[in-house]
């Protein structure tokens, strides 16, 4: 089944809600709003979570989640050390993945295609791959919906009239409002494009692994 989008536009009049909005100065902060299958909607922050499938009742219910970080709370440069020892200093727009290990290569090719939703530059560390990739590196834990709502609100207000991409993300905040529950509103969705699959000539770009040239046995 193609995933559906979710399409960013400007205020048709005043009065109309944006099309995504992580509320913080309203009457329920904590709440994100957006538009989706033609209803505006409306989710608590660990709602929101669940419905990505990224939480389940039981984590959100832990002592611990209100306290997991929801912003950036490292320095860059610290984190492109610890990631990158003894290289150049981090600069988000020129800093490649191929100064990576082949295994955090691999893990950044994921981040940019779902987490960060890029379709461009994809092999430059931006400042929340770098973040992500630290993150992983080091086994802590963030509270990741949040990082999610932040992107597309980013890539909504960067480009007003395009379709927003976040990989499957989209896809279940529509099966969590049983948008697929009928053939008619399936159809009403445009397809998007996929992830390309990190196959074998994938990881030879990324220069993860080499061919050597074949050898017969004597």
Known sequence: MPPPILKSSPRSHKGTPPPWK???NHDDPGTIQFRLG???????MPKFGIALELYTDEFIADEDFPDLFRRIHISLVKCWQALVPGRATYDPSRSKATALTPSLRYLHALIAHTLTGRRESTGVIST???YFLWIMK???????AHFIAQAIQY????HRKVVISMGPY????ARHFELFN?????SSYTPIGQMSPQGIQTILHMRMIQRRPRTDPL
């Open 182 to 186: 009928t053939t008619a509103q399936t």
């Open 138 to 144: 080091n086994v802590h834990t963030i509270d990741l």
């Open 128 to 130: 929340h791959d770098a």
């Open 22 to 24: 992580v509320m913080t």
């Open 155 to 158: 890539q909504i207000e960067r």
């Open 38 to 44: 033609g209803l505006v909607r409306q989710l608590s």
């Open 170 to 173: 989209i896809t279940r905040l």
